[in-house]
């Protein structure tokens, strides 16, 4: 595996960092650390952390397949505990045989040929809106509301940062490296859906002029940076206004960017508004900091990081760290529950110092892993008897109190975990609240916040062991 700067990985998960002193170092950034997550019904922790860490912003992922983000699911409408109160198909239309199921049972029902349409390629009626548009609205009031924040998306910030994308496309490819900033393709079929394909390659068939190749042969586009940079901002600027304004898009066929290279674009950004940055921050949703481990990305990230380097676009020993920020949902809304919050915390804080050795090989263990499921089963027996059950008594005193429940939990993988409840109080219930920390919270490291809400949820939720 090529390893970025003589075996020292580019991108890491900073599991071992106090939350306190991350937070603090945060606050002093010329720019503000994105908080990645898809459209849709985001859940109480993308909303926390806009509260925790203040100098955030929020950039949703505009480019997410129909039926395949069990996070947020777009093409449904959730109420609080992940109940379903509207479902669309890919079509856009009604599928009122799923309102007032979990979305557990909802979203494994999509059909496998649709899975490569794309969700901003939806037009669905609910509420007098555009349901896409519907979801962004919901999202921009919150950003708003919370720290006086503007949401993003990839397609506006990537179109606000032209010029220095357009650069660094420019570079790459005077290397011969464009594949990897570009693997997808997205056109329009003759039904008028958009959808996204991987692409078989890119061939530069003679100097400076580039063909884009589909995955079955076909020739997408080819032609100069020039042409293909202009074809690619035009969608760019398309999407914006498709978000914005819920109207339809007409007929996209555009080459998108890696899923490295995207987290990649906001260091090159920070980057050149402040020359001084060193280490890049990016706060990531519940299987970031999991799956940015898988062998095959870590590569990618040390790959590009060593190009960026060498045509300076980033400085030479930059690091990026991605905060585990799922346990922001360790929050009181409007104070409710609080004092019990605090109360779990504190529990776990003495735990974690009782069982300082064992604690410390999980939080390195995290750092490293794809599968955090396998870490909680190797610190769950730390727990004794007496103190499983006074953390489970205090949770359920606290989600007795308000409308907030405790946990949330996710497995990213496929089949969908049938038990666990990602979704908790709906966004449109947090319009207008507070969101609360316990003050011990800030003294836990990251890993220590992760394997709480994984405990909790292992506890309570998990019915598969």
């Known amino acids: 595996m090529c390893m970025h ?24 950034l010329a720019s503000p650390v994105i908080r990645s997550c898809h459209i849709g019904n985001n859940t109480i922790n993308n909303w926390a952390w806009l509260a925790l860490a203040t100098n955030t912003h929020m950039v949703q992922f505009d480019h997410t397949l129909y039926g395949m983000d069990e996070v947020s699911a777009p093409w449904l409408v959730l109420g609080n505990g992940g109940g379903v109160e509207a479902a669309y198909d890919h079509r856009g239309r009604a599928q009122p045989q799923y309102t007032g199921l979990h979305a557990n049972r909802v979203i494994p029902a999509v059909e496998r040929c649709y899975l490569s349409h794309l969700n901003y390629g939806i037009f669905a009626h609910h509420a007098d809106s555009d349901l896409i548009r519907f979801h962004c609205k919901h999202s921009a009031e919150l950003c708003r509301q919370i720290n006086g924040s503007a949401l993003g998306f990839d397609s506006s910030e990537l179109l606000n940062a032209r010029e220095l994308i357009s650069e660094v496309v420019s570079a790459y490819a005077a290397v011969g490296k464009l594949a990897n900033i570009f693997d997808r393709w997205i056109r329009t079929t003759r039904k008028g859906h958009t959808v996204m394909e991987p692409l078989r390659g890119i061939e530069e068939v003679r100097p400076g002029i580039f063909r884009f190749i589909g995955m079955n042969g076909e020739v997408l586009f080819e032609g100069d940076i020039e042409q293909i940079l202009a074809q690619f901002f035009r969608s760019m600027s398309a999407i914006s206004h498709r978000l914005h304004s819920g109207e339809k898009l007409e007929h996209p066929g555009y080459p998108w960017v890696r899923l490295c290279f995207g987290y990649l674009a906001h260091a090159l950004m920070e980057y050149r508004h402040n020359p001084e940055q060193r280490v890049f921050w990016h706060a990531g949703g519940s299987a970031s900091s999991y799956y940015i481990n898988m062998q095959v990305l870590s590569a ?16 030479q020993q930059a690091r990026m760290w991605f905060i585990p920020s799922y346990s922001s949902q360790l929050c009181a809304v409007d104070g409710d529950g609080l004092e019990i919050l605090a109360g779990i915390v504190d529990l776990w804080s003495r735990v974690c110092l009782r069982h300082h050795k064992e604690i410390d090989k999980a939080c390195l263990w995290l750092a490293e892993t794809t599968n955090p499921r396998e870490v909680v089963e190797f610190i769950a027996p730390i727990l004794t008897d007496s103190n499983r059950r006074a953390l489970l008594a205090m949770l359920a005193q606290f989600n007795a109190i308000g409308s907030h429940k405790l946990p949330i939990a996710h497995i990213a993988a496929r089949p969908i975990h049938p038990t666990y409840n990602k979704y908790g109080i709906s966004q449109r219930d947090l319009y207008g609240r507070r969101f609360d920390f316990p003050d011990s919270l800030y003294s836990l490291r990251w890993g220590e916040a992760e394997l709480l809400t994984k405990m909790l949820a292992f506890y309570v939720l998990d019915q598969q062991g």
Do not use: W
């Not at 990618?300 to 400085?315: K, M, T, W």
């Open 300 to 315: 990618e990230f040390n790959d590009n990081a060593e190009i960026l380097e060498r045509v300076g676009y980033l400085p």
């Open 5 to 28: 700067n003589g075996g020292e990985r580019f991108a890491k998960s900073c599991m071992q960092m106090q939350i306190g002193e991350t937070l603090h170092g945060l606050q002093a």
